[in-house]
């Protein structure tokens, strides 16, 4: 060492630094490349990134050629310092402690904190390219990578972990998934909301959005047919249920449109309507809007019938009623429905005692349970344990409200307060309508 000069050893350290810094660079770059975006680029013909899939499938290999080629480096680095140390100030104690504090400062500043740093915040860029680099040079040194990792293994097993796989399982769980959705990274606006209901359609079940028993327009066939003529004459529905003297005796599905005829000819009576009937289509209660989704899809159905474990009629679901919660409401309201609510001047907003607590908590950001009842009116009725009088006041889940009209032992009016010294109930209006259930498309 003593014939070379001594400017020739100070660049060498600094080409090993520098070098060093180039591996800390890729290490840091290839754990942290976001492997979806690697894939998605390897779909579409980067070499660059298959070749970093096939180093990240083999992670020890990876490691070990990184590991291998930064700790040669740093160590003649640091032999290279304490020769120039000798150099410029002899072999003393406080000469060669002062170089060993130089290198390790040299190597932490200019070969790891900052280029890992780089690495860290630019990774999908460097990936790639790195990994073109890291290929040929892990051919290379495949032998003293393969003889560490024989001893890498054993100390594996030694531990107990033997079972490790060369690859980390990166599968995402449906709510980690649904989290990314909802952080506003790669999603914004309607497509984030999209995504976001699609995700809910699992928790979500048909008692949630059904129309409920008391809602549904259906036809008696026991009925007179002046009767039977004037509900299908003022009927916006394209389907309706049929049954005989009880709303649970459900005998088929009439589609209005084959019954113009009919309808011309005044032939509207149950002998006539009977042979227009198509087979009721059942769901069980409870049924996830996902489920019902790939049922209705399966069964080439469009309305389903919603009946408990007793076969008691519940309520009535339509394709529409799923594909709302996806998209959201954007059919018109059926004719004589009122809108969704009716701002106060002192801030509340009076609102319709059935309308149902998703709904609520959609639009005005209350945050009304939704695990038993499924309407304002049972919400407050379960809450009391007894069916309130006009002017009753409660509070739930940090909501007021005062129940302004009561009809047939249910709750017809309820007005929302505000909470006290909260700001107003931010109601939705204009595009933005109740649902209006209809009972078919």
Same mark, same amino acid.
């Given at each position: 060492?003593?014939?070379?000069?001594?400017?020739?050893?100070?660049?060498?350290?600094?080409?090993?630094?520098?070098?060093?810094?180039?591996?800390?660079?890729?290490?840091?770059?290839?754990?942290?490349?976001?492997?979806?975006?690697?894939?998605?680029?390897?779909?579409?013909?980067?070499?660059?990134?298959?070749?970093?899939?096939?180093?990240?499938?083999?992670?020890?290999?990876?490691?070990?050629?990184?590991?291998?080629?930064?700790?040669?480096?740093?160590?003649?680095?640091?032999?290279?310092?304490?020769?120039?140390?000798?150099?410029?100030?002899?072999?003393?104690?406080?000469?060669?402690?002062?170089?060993?504090?130089?290198?390790?400062?040299?190597?932490?500043?200019?070969?790891?904190?900052?280029?890992?740093?780089?690495?860290?915040?630019?990774?999908?860029?460097?990936?790639?390219?790195? =990994?073109?680099? #890291?290929? $040929?040079? &892990? /051919?290379?040194? %495949?032998?003293?990578?393969?003889?560490?990792? *024989?001893?890498? +293994?054993?100390?594996?097993?030694?531990?107990?972990?033997?079972?490790?796989?060369?690859?980390?399982?990166?599968?995402?769980?449906?709510?980690?998934?649904?989290?990314?959705?909802?952080?506003?990274?790669?999603?914004?606006?309607?497509?984030?909301?999209?995504?976001?209901?699609?995700?809910?359609?699992?928790?979500?079940?048909?008692?949630?959005?059904?129309?409920?028993?008391?809602?549904?327009?259906?036809?008696?066939?026991?009925?007179?047919?002046?009767?039977?003529?004037?509900?299908?004459?003022?009927?916006?529905?394209?389907?309706?249920?049929?049954?005989?003297?009880?709303?649970?005796?459900?005998?088929?599905?009439?589609?209005?449109?084959?019954?113009?005829?009919?309808?011309?000819?005044?032939?509207?009576? =149950?002998?006539? #309507?009977? $042979?227009? &009937? /198509?087979?009721? %289509?059942?769901?069980?209660?409870?049924?996830? *809007?996902?489920? +019902?989704?790939?049922?209705?899809?399966?069964?080439?159905?469009?309305?389903?019938?919603?009946?408990?474990?007793?076969?008691?009629?519940?309520?009535?679901?339509?394709?529409?009623?799923?594909?709302?919660?996806?998209?959201?409401?954007?059919?018109?309201?059926?004719?004589?429905?009122?809108?969704?609510?009716?701002?106060?001047?002192?801030?509340?907003?009076?609102?319709?005692?059935?309308?149902?607590?998703?709904?609520?908590?959609?639009?005005?950001?209350?945050?009304?349970?939704?695990?038993?009842?499924?309407?304002?009116?049972?919400?407050?009725?379960?809450?009391?344990?007894?069916?309130?009088?006009?002017?009753?006041?409660?509070?739930?889940?940090?909501?007021?409200?005062?129940?302004?009209?009561?009809?047939?032992?249910?709750?017809?009016?309820?007005? &929302?307060?505000?909470?006290?010294?909260?700001?107003?109930?931010?109601?939705?209006?204009?595009?933005?309508?109740?649902?209006?259930?209809?009972?078919?498309?």
């Amino acid at each position: 060492m003593d014939v070379v000069p001594l400017s020739t050893l100070l660049i060498t350290l600094a080409v090993l630094l520098v070098v060093s810094g180039c591996f800390s660079l890729a290490e840091t770059a290839m754990m942290a490349v976001n492997r979806v975006r690697l894939r998605h680029r390897a779909q579409r013909g980067s070499a660059g990134a298959r070749r970093a899939l096939a180093l990240l499938a083999e992670t020890d290999k990876l490691l070990g050629v990184l590991l291998l080629g930064n700790n040669l480096i740093n160590a003649a680095a640091a032999t290279l310092t304490a020769v120039v140390t000798a150099r410029l100030f002899g072999e003393g104690k406080w000469a060669l402690a002062s170089g060993t504090l130089v290198v390790t400062f040299l190597i932490l500043v200019f070969s790891e904190i900052t280029p890992k740093v780089i690495g860290a915040n630019f990774a999908d860029r460097i990936a790639s390219p790195a =990994a073109t680099i #890291l290929t $040929p040079l &892990l /051919r290379v040194t %495949y032998p003293i990578v393969w003889f560490v990792n *024989l001893f890498v +293994q054993g100390l594996l097993r030694l531990m107990g972990l033997a079972n490790l796989g060369s690859e980390a399982d990166e599968r995402l769980t449906q709510e980690e998934v649904r989290s990314l959705v909802l952080e506003g990274q790669y999603f914004r606006g309607k497509h984030r909301a999209l995504l976001a209901n699609l995700f809910d359609l699992e928790s979500i079940t048909v008692d949630d959005v059904m129309t409920p028993r008391n809602q549904i327009h259906a036809l008696d066939l026991d009925a007179k047919p002046s009767l039977l003529r004037q509900q299908l004459a003022t009927s916006y529905h394209t389907r309706l249920p049929v049954y005989r003297g009880e709303l649970d005796d459900i005998v088929g599905i009439l589609p209005i449109k084959q019954i113009v005829a009919l309808q011309q000819a005044g032939e509207v009576d =149950a002998e006539h #309507l009977e $042979p227009q &009937l /198509r087979p009721p %289509y059942f769901v069980p209660a409870g049924t996830p *809007l996902l489920t +019902q989704l790939t049922q209705f899809q399966a069964d080439r159905q469009r309305l389903g019938l919603v009946v408990d474990e007793y076969g008691e009629l519940q309520g009535l679901v339509t394709i529409e009623d799923i594909i709302e919660e996806i998209i959201g409401e954007f059919t018109t309201a059926a004719p004589g429905a009122s809108d969704f609510g009716r701002r106060e001047a002192d801030g509340s907003v009076i609102v319709d005692g059935m309308v149902a607590l998703r709904t609520l908590n959609r639009r005005l950001g209350t945050r009304f349970p939704t695990a038993g009842p499924k309407t304002l009116n049972g919400l407050i009725v379960e809450h009391l344990g007894d069916i309130p009088d006009a002017g009753a006041v409660c509070e739930i889940a940090g909501q007021r409200a005062e129940v302004l009209q009561t009809v047939d032992r249910a709750i017809k009016v309820v007005r &929302l307060l505000p909470p006290v010294g909260k700001p107003v109930l931010p109601l939705q209006t204009g595009g933005e309508r109740a649902s209006s259930k209809r009972n078919g498309l």
